[in-house]
């Protein structure tokens, strides 16, 4: 999560006040004299100052929470783009800054929080949210009326950019001069982009299990349909039934969550034992793997409302027995700005017309 530079104090303290033979600060700022006979008590009882605190660097708060959650150094650096000595770093620097062990740390990763690190954990969201709203008021729209909407994948995959704009376009009308800022979700944040802060409403599938700590909003319900490439032996087959379909290799992206990607390889049908996956890494776009799946007999399944944007190379089977899924708005529940309702209400708009 880039949160910047940000620091924050842990507490105010007052400086040691160092002057020169002129009456100013090293630093070249001045300060008052002191009369003669004030100086020669001021000798007599000399100024009992504590030393500086160290302040408290967001970037390893950030860092702190992510390892929580991975239990795994080398998983955390993935996560945060660091590398794994860079966030053993960052946890010492943290843990020096508060002046307590936060973690328990075990042979092959973090094998919980201390109890120090427990409380501190319960309130290091809260200071990452404020930081970032803080930020945002620095910019030129109120951070009120400043909102980030996350989508998986790229931006213009699904909605549209079109589609995107016409949501921007809503919420000014309620929130004149408020700014929407689309983001590009990787599939493998989807699960942690709303709590690291990257976004404050995610655009998604819904999955089964859902965290009390977040509020979901229904926008619509979506069919899912068979994509094969134009030379595939089911290219010139119109209707199939679902379970079949899914006897063919299925592409499966391995750094997608796996609750998220059962919903395109048709678990909810299919033991995952019996799926015959074809693992890649990541897909940059979902145009990437429609221009795999037209190069091969590797098929997936995608949601109907892209079809019509879809290479005439592509052919798109209609699947039986294969439930509707539903799209969701998802937002922090602690988080009550108006213009993160406003928002849900645009995407709401936006589902019906989809």
Known sequence: MRIGNIVLPLAWLPQRVMTGPHGVLRSGLPVSRVPAGEREASKEQPAQLEPEVEQLDLNAVATFVVLLEERHY????ARMH???????RRLHRLERQLGAELIVRGGSG???P???GLRFATEARALLQQASIARQAAGHAPAGHTVRLGVPGAIGDYPTT???RGVADALRGEFPGARLHVIAVPLRELDNCLYDQQVDVLWTAALQHRNDSLSYTNL???RRVGLVGGRHELADTATIDGPAFAEYPMFCD???PAAWMSLWLLHDMRPPGETRLVKV?????????????GLGRTVTVVHAPIVDRLAPSLHVLQLTGVLDIQYVAVRRRTDHREVVTSLVRALRVLASAI
Not at 82 to 88: D, G, I, M, P
Not at 281 to 293: E, G, H, P
């Open 74 to 77: 080398g998983r955390t650096a």
């Open 82 to 88: 660091l590398t794994q000595s860079a966030v053993t």
């Open 110 to 112: 973090v094998s919980g």
């Open 114 to 116: 201390t109890s120090a």
């Open 162 to 164: 079109a589609q995107l």
């Open 220 to 222: 619509t319900t979506v």
């Open 254 to 256: 391995v750094s997608a």
């Open 281 to 293: 890494d990541r897909f940059s776009t979902v145009s990437d793997l429609y221009a795999q799946v």
